[in-house]
């Protein structure tokens, strides 16, 4: 930390600590967490005097380290100055208003409270029955999410669906290309041999995680075709219709296509009225992935994305992008819950209960990969009434606004031009010079530490993105970060 | 909470409110954290006279909650409020010492401080770039780990292989089977067809997470084999071998065994040895599932069931069971990190980066389902440190002496019988009057709030299991819950 901590007595803390598994005590833990929550809010008051990219190199933390663990226990104190002194230089700090790479992994204060709560609690909700609260709020949270953002009915818990927390957006993705593998093979395993004929559809925007999860599952990557989009870098549906009638030409059962409001590269959208239309037509399970774009339908300016999302099967977002809720935090919904749950459901004796017998509760075990889950639905609870509806719409429309801000800038400037239209809070652009000279641009201001910027690739070429989100972003920040890359692009 | 909080003015917070998408300053965050870390300090001053499992019916907790979010923002004393009045009727208390049933979920003071850090730094690190010091602390914190427990060498990231924090038990065994399936299939992928005729092994009294990763990686659910077990539970090898022959000669192509060292139901050790052997021998995948047991060794003494764990290509236990590590933190070690790195990497553009380029650094990203990641090492770090390798010793070995003594008072009683030897902390019991007497008693204890116990079925008999392993229980709450069992069995 660039302020210093008050002075500390270790030997005093040492020596109270004389009987080998000691527990920390109730009044400890007070002292201990007001020591942290200060430390934590101290953090805030000064994250942007810290490189937002870590500069040390690899091995530099490690070899700060202890070689074995301590025999005998140590006093938090000890813990805590570590933290400041080995552990600080190496984080990038994601939580700055300079971080401006990938997406967002924003949070709050509300968020880091519900976090520490549910850590408090330290329930694993993985039946009804082994904490009915965390069960019933996250259902409940998801049903506020469905009504707020104006997602389609079916996704709520009181319809045929409802709606999970999962760890992220790969698990969703991952659960939704399980349940499509086997609504598509009648639910009969592998006996049949029916996996190894399907085939499942992105465009060749998709996140990497749809091709992780067609992996998984084991349609294999090979069988996930890539489906070539317009000048908008958004899937062609007609590319994808006949894409499908040529792999059942081929003998192959299409079985699964997911659609993104919002890529990873450039926050495209593909057209959900037609690919959906495909979707119906041709049996195939429809996953839509909107983990960054989603957050922005909080306003109904940005619902656009959703016309056509009454078709898929699954919808999934991230408050732990763009919503202020730390990660990990990623709403799963689904129309047709019972797929889901004959999909991901194995109840040995061992967790049979009266509850879940019943058939009146939901086990979310089912809905994911792992058996266990934490109480995750708190921090969204704490986000959503924290801010409220109108404040985070406030939110949302502030960062749109600097984004337009910047594309103006781009635009103005005779020496950059836009890669992408900016559809929600995501500028991709590049300096005129081409490759070598944005990546140069991208290496110098990265390593200045006043800001960090990722890259990709469109129409082939390297690609800055300038991704406005970060909870503390205001004006200024994405100004100053202007005059720097117009800085280093004149070297 | 049973202690009540002193009277809030609500109107004032209300009214200091007035902007939407107003954030928690860092001076409110400090004020409402250190509230939160006292309501916890409180909670678990209290915890015991709370009724253990919750006693709430369906839709009780939901039934409370507004039907829409709220449109605007709220304070925190209101969240806070409603945490006590909603949520803590709805909460089944893992963290009561009076918790027996399952496995424990235990926590700890440094590891609730551990989560609030990790909350509050806000990292992401899913590439050792995002935040160095989130790849080489936990990579750190597994070698230690490896020399704290004794495992084999080869686990050691300065070795062939290295550790990495998983999600839970189940996301362990699921990278393994999927690692498993590549080295089987020459990671070709699905082209061959050859991931249709693969088989996987595991005992009867294995977990449930086995048969839903096998199932999950496209193998069928009908292809995982069950093995027959002693009069131990545990898995007899020679039936292992019978089966695998039985499979190659019917043109299957066996690809994984997991053994487990503590098993969910009576915690039974699987012969690593003879297992080992035979997976080499016919080069299949051994995994080795130690969720419960694993967190033994930290005592030298338990140290046997690891012998012929250097037969195997991966390990997993969850410090979130029996170690004070609060859920989710699940170590899983591979022998070769090639075969899994190659299962699970796929390097887009938009995270392309010097540091993963040079292959100077880890990207744990590589290592697991989804792509982001929590800052989960620092609460284990926390831990090792708060009680140190002697006191994490004292605790284990406490625990298991508390279910020696309660072993000891099933043997004597008449009326009660042992339903398998106590391996660890876990007492497998019956009372002599059959299923529904155990039955009976079982929903009678648990519906007292007194304390909270489940079930299994050995040897096709209902069997209530107690399990200890909380971070608070001391030999009062084991003699108090024998009591209350003898009371229960009188009727």
């Known amino acids: 930390m660039t302020t210093s901590l008050p002075p500390r007595d270790l030997t005093s803390q040492v020596a109270s600590r004389t009987q080998p598994g000691e527990h920390m005590t109730p009044d400890e833990f007070q002292r201990y967490g007001h020591m942290l929550v200060d430390w934590i809010a101290d953090y805030y008051r000064n994250v942007e005097k810290y490189p937002v990219l870590s500069q040390v190199q690899p091995g530099e933390i490690r070899a700060q380290l202890p070689p ?3 025999q005998t226990g140590e006093p938090f104190e000890a813990m805590l100055a570590d933290v400041d002194r080995v552990i600080m230089p190496g984080i990038t700090h994601w939580q700055s208003p300079n971080f401006f790479a990938f ?3 924003n949070t709050s204060g509300p968020s880091i409270l519900g976090e520490l709560l549910s850590a408090g609690l330290g329930v694993q909700g993985m039946l009804w029955a082994t904490s009915p609260a965390c069960t019933e709020l996250e259902t409940h949270v998801m049903d506020w999410v469905v009504k707020m953002m104006g997602l ?5 818990s009181t319809s045929t669906g409802g709606g999970v927390i999962q760890e992220s957006a790969s698990s969703a993705s991952l659960c939704a290309v ?9 639910y009969a395993g592998n006996e049949t041999g029916a996996t190894g ?13 749809l091709e992780k999860a067609v992996k998984i599952a084991g349609i294999g990557r090979e069988r996930l075709r890539l489906v070539g989009v317009d000048k908008t870098f958004a899937m062609r549906p007609g590319a994808l219709a006949a894409r499908i009638a040529e792999d059942r030409a081929a003998g192959f059962v299409p079985c699964f296509v997911a659609a993104t409001v919002g890529t990873t590269s450039s926050t495209a959208v593909d057209p959900l009225p037609e690919i959906g239309r495909i979707c119906r037509e041709q049996g195939l399970w429809l996953h839509v992935d909107g983990a960054m774009g989603g957050s922005a339908a909080i306003c109904p300016e940005f619902r656009f994305m959703f016309e056509g999302l009454e078709l898929a099967d699954s919808y999934c977002f991230n408050p732990h992008k763009w919503m202020f809720t730390n990660f990990d935090c990623d709403c799963f919904f689904v129309a047709d819950r019972s797929a889901l749950i004959r999909t991901l459901s194995i109840l040995p004796e061992y967790l049979r209960n009266q509850a879940t017998e019943s058939g009146a509760v939901i086990d979310y075990r089912d809905w994911q990969v792992s058996l266990g889950r934490r109480f995750r639905s708190l921090k969204l609870w704490f986000v959503i009434r924290h801010y409220g509806v109108e404040g985070l719409q406030t939110l949302i429309r502030k960062h749109v606004t600097l984004a ?10 005779p ?16 300096h005129k010079g081409g490759d070598a000279v944005n990546e140069r641009m991208l290496a110098q201001l990265n390593q200045s530490g006043a800001l960090f910027l990722s890259h990709t690739k469109l129409d082939g070429k390297y690609t800055l993105r300038m991704s406005i989100g970060q909870t503390h972003t205001e004006q200024r920040h994405v100004a100053q970060a202007w005059e ?8």
């Not at 399980?178 to 009648?186: G, K, P, S, V």
């Not at 085939?199 to 996140?207: F, I, K, L, M, R």
């Not at 337009?404 to 400037?413: I, L, Q, S």
């Open 415 to 430: 020496d950059f031009e836009l890669a992408a239209s900016t559809t929600f809070s995501l500028v991709c652009f590049r």
């Open 68 to 70: 074995a663990p301590p």
């Open 103 to 105: 997406f967002p992994a």
């Open 484 to 491: 720097l890359i117009r800085a280093a692009a004149r070297g």
């Open 178 to 186: 399980l349940a499509a593998r086997e609504r598509a093979t009648q």
């Open 152 to 156: 389609p009915e079916h996704f709520l």
């Open 197 to 209: 004929r399907l085939t499942a559809y992105v465009s060749t925007q998709a996140h990497s995680s």
């Open 404 to 413: 337009r801000d910047f594309t103006r800038w781009v635009e103005e400037d």
